[in-house]
């Protein structure tokens, strides 16, 4: 009995420093008033974050390389605004040149979300185009450790912040004729359950999601010269822009383990 109290006493003496030195993140109940910088903002999934993010009030930056494009976004995503103060803001770079997206970063002042969300996919066999893996890395992989180096230091700054990876089922598991784009959404996943260890004692949380097929403009161009798409069949329903929000937004639920959304259709299977 002695030893026991012993041990318990031990143990109380070296976890409760613990806590106070990796406190629990906090958690994020509301996106009222918070910023939000969505790479890829200005279509797709990025665009369809970007309304449902306005529409709970957050202050919104999107971020993408076409400057119309980009305008007309702002334009939709305001018809959404619920407060007059509500920023929309839009960044015009290019994720993969990590000078020029850093220099334009630098100019968003605070931001309490980084959702990682520019990104394309491309359906190739192994020996079709060599070029295809680094193109695909530069983009899903390199354009989000290139966004999160540059913000992340604002965040620590002020103890608070939360980054989203959006990576793809593609990401969970092989899917015939996606080796260069499951390997860049895979890349993704190490990424961040690696990034929460460091970042967490700051009070940052980080997230992945996991979409399927989405109907967007990018799954249109993907779908364009997809040969595979006729001899393998379809894998999963179409999900829309609006289901995939859900994926997103779990985050705000749990904030001291990376938390993955996989979701299948309406369903959200894997959220921990
Ligand atoms: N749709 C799906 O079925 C699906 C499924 C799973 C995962 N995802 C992932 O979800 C993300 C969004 O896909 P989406 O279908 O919504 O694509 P999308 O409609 O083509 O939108 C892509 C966005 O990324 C921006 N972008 C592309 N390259 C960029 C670069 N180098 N620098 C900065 N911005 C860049 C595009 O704007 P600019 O071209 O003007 O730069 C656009 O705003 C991607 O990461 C994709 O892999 C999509």
Known sequence: MFYIILM?????????PL???FPPCKKIDSLSKLHIVITGGSSGIGKALAMEAVKRQA?????????TKLENARKEVEEYKILENQEINTFCADVTDYNQLSNVLSEVGSVDILINCAGMAKAELFEDNLSTYKQLMDLNYFGSVNATFSLLPKMKAKRFGHIVFVSSMAG???IFGYAGYSASKFALR???ETLLMEVRPYGIGVSVAFPPDTETPGFK??????????TTGILFDIA???EIFLLCLLFVARRNSV????CWSFFTLDCR
């Open 8 to 16: 318990l006493i031990v143990l109380a003496i070296i976890c409760i």
């Open 19 to 21: 806590i106070f030195w």
């Open 59 to 67: 202050d919104v930056s999107l971020l993408a390389r076409n400057k």
């Open 172 to 174: 969970q598991l092989g």
């Open 190 to 192: 190490g990424l961040a």
């Open 221 to 230: 161009e993907e779908n364009k010269d997809k040969v595979i798409y006729e």
């Open 240 to 242: 829309s822009v609006q």
């Open 259 to 262: 938390s993955q959304c996989l």
